[in-house]
T-cell receptor
C-alpha cells in the first residue's frame, strides 16, 4: 500500500479566505481523488485529480470553488476557495493503482471555517 | 435510494464478543467490496478487500459478500477494545467508490 501524507493536518480559517491542501504519495499512482467527510455523513467524492489535465468533478462540485492540481504522479493539491462555515469538514486524499483498484486514504485535513 | 446503506449504530459490545457489521447496496454492477476502519481523527485504512461473492478471512476478520441479496458483512471474532472504531463499507463503481455512512463500534473491556 502507499504512504500518503497531507498538509496541513488541520486548520482554522476565516470566512472568505482560501486554503490549499497538499497530498503527497511515496510512489507513483495511477489515480488520485479528493473526498469530503462531514460529520454523520458518508464520504463524498469531490473530484478525480488527473495528471496533466483538468480534474473531473462530481455533481455539486465546481472548479471555481475547489480548484485541483496534479502536476505529477505523486502529488496533488485541493484548494477550498472563498470559504464559508459550510465548508467545515475533513478533506481526504486517496490514491489507487488502477481504475477499479481499491483506494488508500491519506490522514485527512480537518478544516474549521469561522 | 442511496447506493449503499449502512446502519450507523452506535454499536457497543463486551470484549470477546462476535461483531457483525452489514451493508446493503442497490447497484448489481458492483464487483469490488471493501471494509475500511477509521479511528478517531484518522483517515480510513483498508481492512478487507473482496471481489465478487464469497468469503475472505484475515485473522479475526471475515468478510462476506452475497451478490444475490446485495448484502455484505464483516465479522469480527474475539473483539478487542482496540477494535473500537468506525467501520465503513465501500464498493467500486466504474471509476469511484461508494461508501456507507459507517458504523461506530465500541468494544467494552
Amino acid at each position: 500500500s502507499a504512504v500518503i501524507s497531507q498538509k496541513p493536518s488541520r486548520d482554522i480559517c476565516q470566512r472568505g479566505t482560501s486554503l490549499t491542501i497538499q497530498c503527497q504519495v511515496d510512489s507513483q499512482v495511477t489515480m488520485m481523488f479528493w473526498y469530503r467527510q462531514q460529520p454523520g455523513q458518508s464520504l463524498t467524492l469531490i473530484a478525480t485529480a488527473n495528471q496533466g489535465s483538468e480534474a473531473t468533478y462530481e455533481s455539486g462540485f465546481v472548479i471555481d470553488k475547489f480548484p485541483i492540481s496534479r502536476p505529477n504522479l505523486t502529488f496533488s493539491t485541493l484548494t477550498v476557495s472563498n470559504m464559508s462555515p459550510e465548508d467545515s469538514s475533513i478533506y481526504l486524499c486517496t490514491v489507487s493503482y488502477g481504475v477499479q483498484e481499491t483506494q488508500y486514504f491519506g490522514p485527512g485535513t480537518r478544516l474549521l471555517v469561522l | 435510494q442511496k447506493e449503499v446503506e449502512q446502519d450507523p449504530g452506535p454499536l457497543s459490545v463486551p470484549e470477546g464478543a462476535i461483531v457483525s457489521l452489514n451493508c446493503t447496496y442497490s447497484n448489481s454492477a458492483f464487483q469490488y467490496f471493501m471494509w475500511y476502519r477509521q479511528y478517531s481523527r484518522k483517515g480510513p485504512e483498508l481492512l478487507m478487500y473482496t471481489y465478487s461473492s464469497g468469503n475472505k478471512e484475515d485473522g479475526r476478520f471475515t468478510a462476506q459478500v452475497d451478490k444475490s441479496s446485495k448484502y455484505i458483512s464483516l465479522f469480527i471474532r474475539d473483539s478487542q477494545p482496540s477494535d473500537s472504531a468506525t467501520y465503513l463499507c465501500a464498493m467500486n463503481g466504474a471509476n469511484n467508490l461508494f461508501f456507507g455512512t459507517g458504523t461506530r463500534l465500541t468494544v467494552i473491556p
